[in-house]
């Protein structure tokens, strides 16, 4: 399948700018992917449109604070930093500008009240920078960064807390699970009134989740890894859920990425913790999700291309071009689509 194959025009002002207030007064596309039914909801409507059986899985991923802007010696201009993925400890991997000023072996002073030293420049043209130990590299960088909204929210008046899930923790991520973010204290009350499950899982979100596809063939495109992890406790709950007959919701394409990376030949979900490179394009052979919350997505994103393989790819361009047709608001600060 070509990239092109995964194209739709959207008119700009769709793009949504700013995030609603209340975060659950969004609009909610409905999709049945056995009749092919498409229905207009509000985000509200949620917990009595989830199967009474249903079990809601979340990735509770914060978004770290990873811009961050320094000076090196040789350059009278700030330079950026955005950092992409911890390697290990204080040694992440980031992007750089300007690229040809960030050498190996350069030291950057952020605000002096932390320091990097480039030590690896990779062939993708990312960067690897490590910190000094600190007692909370996390919490230094969350002091003196800024939130990596993405480009098509430039200008927004957005804050940190409204690019953030309210039930963010641990922080990892460049960027938001954003399904989640249209979740309220009232949605989980009435979820809970209805004695839905609901369970955590961690992906820090990074490159692969954003990074453009740059091969024409899809099959080509090879995904940048991102850390998750699935504890024994969540793994045997759901493993129990999905043998008494309940059905799996996962909130967000990450959280499919979890699930999907976890489970076995047998379909059986372990415990783990570790690295995917996980590519779910039209043709992928679902093992554990039975359904889907998610947001409109841009345009040849490996994100649309995941939904078109979970629905049918003629399905998802129905039931875009529907949205086109009734002004729903994209991307990260945009409307929801739940997929049964």
């Not at 047998?266 to 996980?278: C, D, R, V």
């Not at 078109?308 to 003629?314: L, P, T, V, W």
Request: with cysteine.
């Amino acid at each position: 399948m070509q990239v092109s194959d995964f194209n739709y025009n959207l008119p700009p002002e769709l793009i949504a700018k700013e995030p609603v207030t209340p975060r659950d007064s969004s609009r909610l596309m409905v999709i049945d992917r056995k009749t092919g039914k498409i229905s207009h909801k509000k985000f509200t409507d949620l917990p009595s449109l989830i199967p009474q059986n249903a079990v809601l899985v979340f990735n509770n991923s914060k978004v770290l604070k990873a811009r961050l802007f320094g000076n090196i010696a040789s350059y009278q201009k700030e330079v950026e930093i955005l950092l992409t993925k911890e390697i290990e400890k204080n040694i992440w991997e980031c992007l750089a500008k300007p690229g040809k000023k960030l050498k190996e072996n350069t030291q950057i002073n952020f605000k002096n009240k932390l320091k990097g030293l480039i030590t690896k420049e990779n062939t993708d043209g990312s960067k690897i920078i490590k910190f000094p130990e600190v007692k909370n590299l996390h919490d230094t960088i969350d002091e003196i960064g800024e939130t990596p909204l993405p480009p098509y929210l430039k200008g927004s008046k957005a804050t940190p807390e409204q690019y953030q899930t309210i039930y963010a923790n641990p922080s990892g991520s460049v960027a938001a699970p954003t399904a989640g973010l249209h979740f309220t204290p009232n949605i989980f009350s009435e979820l809970k009134k209805r004695g839905i499950e609901t369970h955590f899982v961690t992906l820090h979100v990074g490159r692969g989740t954003f990074e453009p596809v740059k091969t024409d063939n899809i099959e080509e495109h090879k995904m940048h890894s991102e850390w998750f992890t699935i504890n024994e406790e969540t793994a045997t709950a759901l493993n129990k859920a999905k043998s008494e007959g309940k059905e799996i919701i996962a909130v967000g394409t990450t959280s499919v990425r979890v699930l999907e990376s976890a489970t076995d030949i047998n379909g059986k979900l372990k415990p783990k913790s570790g690295e995917t490179t996980i590519f779910i394009y039209p043709s992928y052979d679902w093992k554990f999700v039975d359904h889907m919350l998610t947001n409109f997505h841009l345009p040849k994103s490996t994100l649309l291309m995941l939904i078109s393989s979970f629905a049918s790819k003629e399905l998802i361009e129905r039931a875009y071009q529907e949205a086109i047709r009734e002004k729903y608001r994209f991307f990260s600060f945009g409307d929801s689509m739940l997929i049964l």
